[in-house]
């Protein structure tokens, strides 16, 4: 007599659902940054595949970002994965050649077990309380591709201001600072789009803290600049801020609006 058993239930995905809450092109600094600093990984990269972890409740950031990598990576592909299932069938008709969707969550499911060359996460961790933040970057770091990168931050709705933390599978790397420079008064008007892991740090003596009061202080110091362009003012902003905090990109980069700070500066206190 053969015996029969019933099969185990499928694993439920990993991490909580979202507001969903997405807006086309909200996430383009974070992607024009991406395809800055990753670009050339990916083009080495055999058959490399970019997921976007929790695009939402519409795939718009998910078709964006296959565009805008493949124009530094024509071999790409990207799967949004969603731990929502309702999300996963309403993004299904827009897959095509290259974008496709899965239901999932920090487990990050890919056919065969591939491991991504690119992970996206961009407010998903927000809802999250910090002390998780640690166990979840580990948790999608573990699930990289040699070589890969993990991209987690927080932007507003429309894309002006974003923060976000850069992760390989050693851990965290880098800290960038992107904002519309029109749209500015201040820099510490940031740090209300702080990543989950700095948001809550923004206090007398963490580092993030002082960063923010000496990027104001740099920013008000450069006032003279604004007559040539915000642009201008934001560059020679971060020329002084680079004589006491390591930054890690040039003014290639500080022209688009961006600043990246070492995670190591920044890291919390304790």
Not at 36 to 52: E, N
Not at 175 to 191: I, K, N
Request: with cysteine.
């Amino acid at each position: 007599m053969v015996s029969r058993s019933t099969p185990p239930p499928p694993k439920r995905p990993e991490g909580t659902v979202t507001r969903g809450t997405t807006n086309p092109n909200r996430l383009r600094r974070m992607d024009r940054w991406i395809a800055a600093a990753h670009g050339a990984a990916l083009r080495r990269a055999d058959a490399p595949v970019a997921v976007d972890l929790g695009y939402g409740a519409a795939p718009w950031t998910a078709v964006e970002l296959l565009a805008r990598l493949r124009e530094a990576a024509p071999g790409v592909r990207v799967v949004g994965i969603e731990i929502e299932p309702a999300r996963v069938a309403g993004a299904k008709p827009y897959e095509r050649e290259g974008l496709s969707f899965r239901h999932g969550g920090f487990e990050v499911p890919l056919e065969g077990g591939e491991r991504p060359a690119l992970i996206r996460a961009a407010n998903v961790l927000r809802q999250y309380d910090e002390e998780r933040v640690a166990e979840v970057w580990q948790r999608l770091c573990g699930r990289l591709a040699p070589g890969g990168l993990l991209v987690e931050g927080t932007c507003d709705e429309i894309g002006r201001r974003h923060v976000w933390v850069a992760l390989g599978p050693e851990g965290p790397r880098t800290v960038t600072f992107a904002t519309r420079l029109g749209s500015l008064e201040r820099p510490s008007d940031l740090a209300e789009r702080l990543p989950k892991a700095l948001i809550h740090r923004n206090v007398p003596g963490e580092p993030v803290y002082a960063f923010l009061r000496d990027f104001d202080r740099a920013w008000a110091a450069a006032a003279p600049y604004a007559s040539y362009g915000a642009r201008q003012r934001w560059i020679r902003t971060a020329r002084a801020l680079a004589a006491d905090w390591p930054l890690a990109d040039d003014p290639g980069r500080w022209r688009q609006g961006e600043l990246t700070v070492r995670w190591e500066a920044l890291r919390p206190a304790g």
